[in-house]
């Protein structure tokens, strides 16, 4: 390895508050500034709350947008917009331990059976009783727990 391998000033980085990284505040996170798309933070069980993005028309049909492992909403940045202008009632909910929704420090609240019980209780708290539910990788298997159970 030789100096064309490491970023450029990485060897006068430290204490140079220019080469810093600034941490990007909650309000400037996705959906920042998107027109149409609310946030707010929904209770669901054991103290948790959810971060949530709702978008379209509140009479319209749900649809449900659960991410994948390590994920957040942002993955749906492309579609939360084209869906609401479709007519539907779009939730795009942060799972549990990821984006700004709460990390609880219990390992069995990452269970998937946990955050089956996470999104059902989502879907109660913002009385949805009937949705469709699109997941990614695990978002999908929490929706296809969703379908079963119901």
């Given at each position: 390895?030789?100096?064309?391998?490491?970023?450029?000033?990485a060897h006068?980085?430290?204490?140079?508050?220019?080469?810093?990284i600034?941490?990007?505040?909650a309000?400037e996170?996705?959906?920042?500034?998107?027109?149409?798309i609310a946030v707010?933070f929904?209770?669901?069980?054991?103290?948790?709350?959810l971060?949530?993005?709702e978008?379209?028309l509140r009479?319209?049909?749900?649809?449900?947008l659960?991410?994948?492992?390590g994920?957040?909403?942002?993955s749906?940045r492309?579609?939360?917009?084209?869906l609401?202008?479709?007519?539907?009632?779009?939730i795009?909910a942060?799972l549990?331990?990821?984006?700004l929704?709460?990390k609880p420090p219990?390992l069995?609240?990452y269970?998937?059976?946990?955050?089956?019980?996470?999104a059902?209780?989502?879907?109660?708290a913002?009385?949805v009783?009937?949705?469709?539910?699109?997941?990614?990788?695990?978002?999908?298997?929490?929706a296809?727990?969703l379908?079963i159970?119901?």
């Amino acid at each position: 390895m030789d100096r064309r391998d490491l970023p450029s000033g990485a060897h006068c980085a430290i204490g140079r508050a220019a080469d810093r990284i600034r941490l990007i505040a909650a309000a400037e996170i996705y959906p920042a500034r998107e027109p149409g798309i609310a946030v707010r933070f929904v209770p669901v069980h054991d103290g948790v709350r959810l971060r949530v993005l709702e978008a379209g028309l509140r009479e319209g049909r749900p649809i449900v947008l659960l991410h994948g492992w390590g994920a957040s909403v942002y993955s749906y940045r492309a579609a939360i917009p084209p869906l609401a202008a479709a007519g539907f009632r779009v939730i795009a909910a942060e799972l549990p331990g990821h984006g700004l929704s709460d990390k609880p420090p219990e390992l069995e609240q990452y269970t998937r059976e946990a955050m089956i019980a996470a999104a059902n209780a989502l879907l109660d708290a913002l009385d949805v009783r009937d949705a469709v539910v699109v997941g990614v990788s695990m978002g999908g298997a929490i929706a296809a727990g969703l379908a079963i159970e119901h």
